[in-house]
């Protein structure tokens, strides 16, 4: 290749060098140079020719070696839990890179987060709480109305001021454990790794949604008791037994301070809203307002309506609906690692395998002023 590029580059430059004479010179090329400088244009082709041929030969048998390219993470990671799970069916040793614990075997990170993100997804509910990572207790500060002293008056130079306190207590997150059970068809197991790790996920995901979400709204004593811990000053009760006004809707809104009611909006069960769309003010206009921009096609005095099937309906002592901005109102821990184990027994007559996961994780009420509810008389 390299004497026939050689041997081209010469030919070219004697082309040139013909030209350059007549330029030279001003006059038009002789019948000898014109012979020469077509032989010499000629010999160009064909050794162009040669070389484009031996290229395209080169290129054809670099193209039909494999590709040797290094897996990112994510790939590896899919490639390495789709292995599990079909070794884990098939009773095979594990060999792929899966890490073992007291609870079971370590998601790995990409996959985990995946989970995590789609029940974020999921749940716009625990979507909107602040969020912690961390392995150990987390304590977030607070300060309750009643201990906030701190206040500014007129003063006097050279005059000793009037101290003031401010009294600083913490909420603390801790790390429940609790673990969410799906299953998925062995059918499953002849397809494609992405096919079946993202089956897997969007499997897991629903159920650690709906566990979250349940516990965020509603709670379990000495668990994640979510907004279970509502101060009962921030619970309206309403007027009537077993219903819900337009008055006590006001009386919910302005229960939340001013700060919080930009980002504010309402959650409630299905059965409730239909309720509500029921409601009209003294000149006969429904108070729901239709919005094409609102997640469930509805507004309710200017603000954005969720519904919920873990919320409880309109009852005697159930809290109904809140109302808050629950970013600012409520803050979870969520341990990084999710742990999972195979059942390969107990969904065995349907065909399918289980996946027990384990998570641990903790969501309390940060700022009380920030978050209200309606009780049902």
């Known amino acids: ?83 599990y799970i079909r070794q884990s069916v098939s009773r095979l040793p594990i060999q792929a890179n899966i890490t073992r614990s007291d609870n079971g075997d370590v998601i790995p990170t990409t996959i985990a987060n995946k989970i995590i993100d789609r029940v974020k997804e999921i749940s716009p509910v625990f979507n909107s709480v602040t969020k912690y990572y961390s392995k150990g207790s987390v304590y977030v500060p607070y300060v309750a109305a009643s201990d906030d002293n701190i206040a500014a008056g007129y003063a006097a130079e050279f005059a000793e001021q009037t101290k003031t306190d401010i009294k600083f207590t913490s909420v603390k997150l801790d790390g429940f454990l609790a ?61 009537t037994a ?37 409601l009209k003010d003294g000149q006969g206009v429904y108070l729901l307002n239709n919005d094409v921009t609102s997640p469930f096609g509805f507004t309710l005095l200017g603000k954005t309506v969720y519904v919920s099937d873990n919320m409880p309906a309109i009852g005697s002592g159930n809290k109904a609906i809140f109302y808050g901005d629950f970013t600012e109102a409520l803050a979870a821990n969520i341990h990084e690692d999710l742990e999972i184990q195979v059942l390969n027994e107990k969904y065995a007559d349907q065909h399918a395998i289980g996946f027990t996961g384990w998570i641990e994780a903790d969501c309390k009420i940060q700022n009380q002023q920030a978050v209200a509810a309606i009780k049902v008389k």
């Open 179 to 239: 673990s969410v059970n799906t299953a998925i068809s062995k059918s499953l197991i002849n397809n494609t790794d992405i096919a079946l790790v993202d089956f897997v996920v969007e499997k897991m995901a629903k159920a650690v949604a709906s566990f979250l979400e349940k516990e965020t709204l509603i709670g379990t004593a000495d668990k994640i008791t979510g907004l279970r811990g509502i101060a009962e000053a921030q619970i309206i009760t309403s007027n």
């Open 1 to 83: 290749m390299k004497t026939l590029i050689e041997k081209l580059n010469e030919k070219k430059t004697a082309m040139q060098a013909i030209v350059k004479a007549c330029k030279n010179e001003g006059r038009p090329l002789t019948e000898e140079e014109t012979k020469q400088f077509d032989a010499l244009e000629a010999e160009c082709k064909s050794l162009q020719a040669t070389i484009d041929r031996m290229q395209a030969a080169d290129n054809a048998e670099i193209a039909a070696m494999p590709v040797v390219t290094e897996m990112s993470q994510e790939e590896t990671e899919v490639k390495d839990f789709a292995s």
């Open 242 to 278: 077993n219903k819900i006004d337009v008055d006590d809707i006001i009386d919910l809104m302005a229960a939340v301070k001013s700060p919080y009611q930009a980002n504010a909006y309402f959650i409630m069960a299905p059965a409730t809203l239909t309720a509500l769309r029921k």
